[in-house]
């Protein structure tokens, strides 16, 4: 069993910058392959970023240029660093991690999410 929780939203003026965090804790073998998703009133949930174990961090064309996520594996967190901050970019930010746990099953873990508002 692992837990997500991210930590970092709030109101940011638009152009302004904001760094996400999601810290993994629990009980799990590894985390493969982790990733943002965030969810604006009235609309689907959206893939923002995905960054796999070891491979090439991508992002959705809305978000490209201005957001790059990273990752600390000693310390089980991933970074969300946005940039030049837009309006549209108001939502509720969600940490998503693919995990193995202790006889290798796998398991989807979902952070609570954390609100970010664009706004002057």
């Known amino acids: 069993q692992v837990q997500l929780v991210e930590s970092g939203g709030g109101l940011v003026q638009p152009g302004g910058s904001m760094r996400l965090s999601c810290a993994a804790s629990g009980n799990f073998f590894n985390l493969n392959a982790m990733g943002w998703y965030r969810q604006a009133p009235g609309k689907e949930r959206e893939l923002v970023a995905t960054?796999?174990?070891?491979?090439?961090?991508k992002y959705a064309d809305s978000v490209k240029g201005r957001f790059t996520s990273s990752r600390d594996n000693a310390k089980n967190t991933v970074f969300l660093q946005m940039n030049s901050l837009k309006p549209e970019d108001t939502a509720v930010y969600y940490c998503?991690?693919?995990?193995?746990?202790?006889?290798?099953?796998?398991?989807?873990?979902w952070g609570q999410g954390t609100q970010v508002t664009v706004s002057s």
């Open positions: 998503n991690a693919e995990v193995t746990l202790p006889h290798w099953s796998v398991y989807t873990a």
């Open positions: 960054i796999p174990l070891g491979g090439v961090t």
